[in-house]
Every structure is written in structure tokens, then in C-alpha cells.
């Protein structure tokens, strides 16, 4: 998988994931030190969790489904 971060007009980023394990989801950019954890809401249109990068505290999160 890959990620584009058009505001930084950066595309094609390799990540390893997303991963799902029941409610768990997690996805890594190895070349940023950059990782994500979360949960996935019941309803499956949030996923609550916290980010890392490098040597940074962790930061809480939620990712959001968005329209479309």
C-alpha cells in the first residue's frame, strides 16, 4: 500500500498495512518512523487511536470515514 499526502504534495509513500485483527487496526511508514494504532467503532466509521513518530510522545488520533 502507499499513501499521498497531497497538501505536502507527496505521493506514493510506502507503508506496510493497513492491518486489521478483529477490532485492532495498525499501519506503519517505515521511512518517517511514523506508526498507527487504533480501534474500529462498531458502527466501522471511526477508528480511535494514537500515533507515533520517531521518538515523539504518542498523540491521540481518530480517524474519521469521510463521504464517497
Known sequence: AT?????KRVNGVPM??????GAKVDFEIDSISFRYAGV???DG????????????????VT???GVG
Open 45 to 60: 466509521r471511526t477508528i480511535h487511536g494514537s500515533m507515533t513518530q520517531g521518538a515523539a510522545p504518542a498523540l491521540p
Open 3 to 7: 499513501l499521498d499526502s497531497p497538501e
Open 16 to 21: 506496510t498495512g493497513p492491518r486489521r485483527d
Open 40 to 42: 474500529l467503532s462498531p
Open 63 to 65: 480517524l474519521t470515514k
